[in-house]
């Protein structure tokens, strides 16, 4: 059995029937790093959010199952779930600014998830919150623990977050763009921290990205989304060297390389508010097919391992 | 020298910020920078944040004074124009920023805002700018209808557009493009970094393309400019970047640079610490605490920049 199944999730805006993103199915092992890779506006965040059970406001599950670890994520009651959240499966986010509070020292911070999840005394709250700072690799941990976010540096921000998502011992965690907000060096450093602990603490990561070069990086497995639905999944390494959709295909060339780039894609993203019908691609694809006008392609497994949403390929 | 479009030459620029409410103190953002810009030529400046490297953007369009040094528009001194020819040139000098949502006034509509800047460097005359913006519009690819719209009925990809359109209206030699897509997805960065392209070719513009990211950088530039500590570490021609011995630090940018063309997966052993404040500059080589190569000089003497061939410059004793 999979460490984590996503199981056709479809999330959308409460009371519309429209969904943002449309029957996502995946599964996870243990200690891999799934890349979802994507848009803006693509639903990967929201996709991210939902293994936690979160949602943004006015957005909720339609249908569609979250099984971690054998527990469904939307079958428990709300208290169990508030256990789960930070114990289990723990996020970080984008810019660490917005989402630390600024009037609490770092210290404090992680301590407050020890408090929740576990009977520990005063002594050996800090002295974990010290641990987990050494951990995530920020320095003189005995006098940052009284530091507020704003004293730190982008990295150790950064870094703090980690440590206060890894304080609840969490087996699985979501990585929405955590890099998107950093210099490139920093953005290496966090990316091996990650990977180090992957490593050494079998860690399952969700690493959401648009970037193709971090997610080639980090990622063992990979989801391409396109307009709220996963267009190719595949092995990372299979997915770059032979990606099958169109999508991801142009996503690739068109990264610039060695000064040029090779193809454009043109055009913006399908606009679900018209509730398209067919292939959710087709208006910006290279391929001329018959079908995706009218008929709404499915992901269909093309060979071993590596699934595609194309007509190309039925 | 005469097709010099900007050119600054031993730039300081010192900032100064209260601590603790009573207590002033000043760094140097700009340390000796120095840089020329042709006709058509494309200067990529790539650094971390807090190198200064959109201080020398704002010093070369005129919205920071330096302290130190000069700023030449079309070979004359910016400090020696007179009224007039100041009204002609700076015109010449326009920007793209970063954030689109930012940089577009939420009142205006989009006709307004490309206007605006025409009708006050160009002519007034209302009919002719609308003509000249639906040209401009055409040029980056929007429908003319976008005219009558507000700054947020746009997407991000279209807003950037309209930040470029609002650069061309007043037919500039040179666009300072600060992080022009690093708001951007990657699809809408490649749509805007090629329309950047087509304009240098066709209107033979030059650009200082301030960026962090490595492809963005070597995709536009001629010319690309490593910063470290508002310093200049490395000027190197974009024809060679691939084949020559680079300043540690650009080595470690690029190692850093996650590379969707390679699979391997390593950990680097280059990419370490990270940038000092500039309030606390390290003695010597501002880049020695973080450097793989750095020996007992580096921590004492402060290496200059130096010409290694006609198309390479370097800060470093090793060198």
């Known amino acids: ?314 | 020298m005469n097709n010099s479009i900007v050119e600054v030459k031993n730039i300081w620029k010192r900032y100064e910020i209260k601590r603790w409410g009573l207590k002033r103190i000043a760094f140097n953002a700009l340390i000796n920078v120095s840089l020329n810009v042709s006709k058509g030529e494309t200067v990529g400046i790539l650094g971390e944040s807090g190198c200064g490297k959109t201080t020398l953007g704002k010093i070369i369009l005129d919205l920071e004074k330096p302290d130190k040094g000069e700023v030449f528009w079309f070979g004359k001194k910016l400090k020696e124009l007179t009224k007039e020819e100041y009204k002609i040139y700076r015109p010449k000098f326009q920007a793209v920023f970063q954030d689109p949502y930012s940089s577009l006034n939420p009142r205006y509509k989009i006709a307004d805002i490309l206007l605006e800047p025409y009708l006050i460097n160009v002519e007034k005359n209302k009919k002719k700018g609308l003509e000249k913006a639906e040209e401009v519009l055409n040029l980056v690819g929007l429908r003319t209808e976008v005219l009558k719209k507000y700054p947020h009925a746009l997407s991000g990809g279209e807003r950037q557009r309209v930040a470029l359109a609002r650069a061309l209206m007043v037919s500039p030699s040179l666009i300072v493009l600060d992080e022009p897509t690093s708001a951007l997805d990657i699809t809408l960065a490649v749509q805007i970094l090629e329309l950047l392209k087509d304009f240098k070719k066709s209107f033979n513009l030059s650009y200082i393309l301030i960026s962090h990211s490595l492809p963005v950088v070597l995709y536009l530039s001629d010319w690309i400019v490593v910063m470290y500590l508002g310093r200049i570490v490395e000027i190197c021609k974009k024809d060679v970047f691939s084949k020559v011995k680079h300043h540690p630090y650009t080595l470690m940018l690029l190692d850093a640079h996650p590379d969707p063309f390679s699979p391997k997966r390593f950990f680097s052993k280059k990419v370490k610490g990270e940038i000092a404040s500039p309030l606390y500059r390290p003695n010597g080589c501002e880049f020695h605490p973080r450097c793989e190569e750095r020996e007992k000089a580096c921590s004492e003497n402060i290496p200059q920049l130096r010409k290694i061939n006609d198309f390479q410059y370097i800060a470093c004793f090793k060198r």
Not at chain 1, 40 to 51: D, W
Not at chain 1, 56 to 63: A, V
Not at chain 1, 97 to 118: A, C
Not at chain 1, 222 to 231: P, Q, R
């Open chain 1, 1 to 314: 059995m999979p460490f984590l199944e996503v199981k056709d999730l479809v999330l959308g805006l409460e009371g519309k029937n429209l969904p943002l993103v449309d029957k996502v199915s995946f599964s996870l092992e243990k200690k891999e790093i799934l890349g979802i890779l994507g848009e803006s506006g693509c639903g990967k965040s929201l996709t991210g959010f939902a293994l936690l059970r979160l949602f943004p406001p006015g957005i909720n599950r339609y249908s569609g199952e979250v099984i971690i670890n054998g527990l469904s994520l939307y079958d428990l009651p709300e208290k169990e779930v508030l256990k789960l959240r930070g114990r289990k499966v723990a996020i970080i986010l984008q810019d660490p600014l917005s989402s630390l509070n600024p009037v609490l020292t770092i210290g404090e911070q992680i301590e407050e998830v020890l408090k929740y999840h576990f009977n520990l005394g005063k002594n050996e709250r800090k002295e974990r919150v010290i641990k987990l700072l050494n951990e995530v690799g920020i320095p003189d941990p005995e006098i940052r623990i009284k530091s507020y976010p704003h004293q730190l540096s982008g990295g150790l921000r950064q870094r703090a977050m980690i440590a206060m998502a890894l304080a609840g011992e969490p087996e699985l965690l979501v990585a929405d763009e955590p890099t998107t907000a950093l210099d490139v060096t920093l953005q290496t450093q966090i990316l091996e921290l990650l990977y180090e602990l992957n490593q050494k603490k079998d860690l399952t990561i969700v690493f959401i990205s648009h970037d193709l070069g971090i997610i080639r990086w980090i990622a063992s497995k990979v989801c391409v989304f396109y307009a709220g639905e996963i267009v190719e999944m595949a092995k990372t390494e299979e997915l770059f060297n032979n990606p099958l959709h169109p999508y991801t295909q142009t996503l690739i060339e068109s990264y610039p390389k060695e000064g040029k780039i090779r193809k454009v894609l043109r055009g913006g993203v399908v606009n679900l508010l018209e509730k398209p019908k067919g292939c959710r691609y087709f208006e910006r694809c290279e391929i001329t097919c018959k079908e995706g006008k009218e008929n709404h392609p499915e992901l269909i497994s093309f060979k071993e391992e590596h699934w595609v949403r194309c007509f190309k390929y039925e």
